[in-house]
């Protein structure tokens, strides 16, 4: 039986990761820490609906406490690594940016030292389309030049993929990195803004709208999002660019691939789709751009497509209406 650790199995994408994978026949161990960065009921709710899987096998810790992902490894010789556990959130890592330096940047590191130890097939890691930063040239392609970080979890995030690249050059690991582009969908944290706009307007209070609503966004619905990376998984990082777009590493097994729908929605629209499928219109408070954001994401995913075939299937309404449903659902709404 093939053999996977998901890190981040009680978040939000390690949550439908790893049901995806036991769905298709692998052993799971899931890794987590439980983290009180948002409720952590909901991550327990998760991990327990993973729970009756026989293959299914919980760790609760923290990956940058030191030895503990190497004595993982060693006891398991996973054949497939996807790296989801971090600290995430934009704002909150100006408030808090030792939780991203202990979690983004010495996790990481515990997991390419456990990963140089006992190698797996394809480690596969999560970075975001936030390390984009200032570009302005869209849609953002892999190859573009992305130095330009406007918050601290965004530079721990483009970190994360040199430290990566270094290991998989060294090491000969074949690594993937992906970058996602704002997933939604049932299950979600509570600190997206889905989230926090449906619970407002189901409760009645007004929602906050940064920027005056003149931003966009290339939302993911949850499953694309699972879809393109399953695909990666068998995309394993060689000798030879598939393409002229190909983020292949001239030095490493190693590639960037971005993972999105590839059609922004303006924010006011996403609000609009919240709206309809809650049955209320919002009452919405308008605020300047908030410091550490930017105004608008789109992924350029002819990469992901020519890897994989990816090509996303859920349109905002219908993932939003998902979404609102399982909220209703979950808190008996």
Not at 11 to 39: K, M, N, P, Q
Not at 71 to 99: C, K, M, T, Y
Not at 233 to 239: C, E, K, L, M, Q
Request: charge should be negative.
């Amino acid at each position: 039986m093939r053999n996977a650790l998901i890190t981040g199995s009680a978040g939000f994408i390690g949550y439908h990761l790893s049901a995806r994978l036991l769905s298709e026949g692998w052993r799971v161990t899931g890794l987590d820490c439980l983290s009180d960065y948002y409720d952590v009921e909901l991550k327990k709710r998760r991990h327990a609906l993973l729970a009756p899987d026989p293959n299914f096998t919980p760790v609760i810790g923290r990956l940058e406490d030191p030895g503990r992902l190497k004595a993982l490894f060693q006891d398991n010789r996973f054949d497939l690594v996807i790296h989801l556990a971090a600290q995430a959130g934009v704002r909150h890592s100006i408030e808090a940016p030792r939780d991203y330096v202990e979690a983004n940047l010495i996790g990481t590191f515990e997991l390419l030292e456990a990963a140089r130890a006992c190698p797996p097939a394809h480690l596969l890691l999560a970075s975001t389309s936030s390390v984009y930063g200032a570009n302005t040239d869209m849609p953002y392609g892999e190859r573009d030049k992305a130095d330009t970080q406007m918050s601290f979890y965004a530079a721990t995030k483009k970190a994360t993929e040199a430290m990566a690249h270094s290991y998989a050059h060294l090491y000969r690991l074949p690594t993937t990195m992906f970058r996602f582009f704002t997933v939604y969908g049932p299950w979600g944290r509570p600190d997206m803004a889905h989230f926090k706009f449906t619970r407002a307007i189901l409760e009645g209070r007004p929602i906050d709208v940064y920027n005056r609503g003149q931003m966009q966004r290339d939302f993911t619905y949850i499953d694309d999002l699972v879809d393109g990376i399953l695909g990666l998984t068998r995309a394993v990082p060689g000798d030879a660019p598939v393409s002229e777009v190909d983020s292949l590493s001239p030095v490493a097994p190693f590639r960037i691939v971005n993972i999105g729908g590839s059609r922004p929605t303006k924010l006011l629209d996403y609000i609009a789709a919240i709206e309809a499928a809650c049955g209320h219109e919002a009452e919405k408070v308008m605020h300047p751009m908030q410091p550490g954001d930017v105004p608008a994401t789109w992924a350029d995913t002819r990469l992901l497509t020519e890897l994989t075939g990816y090509a996303p299937k859920v349109p905002v309404p219908d993932g939003i209406q998902r979404f609102v449903d399982w909220y209703r659902d979950y808190y008996k709404i």
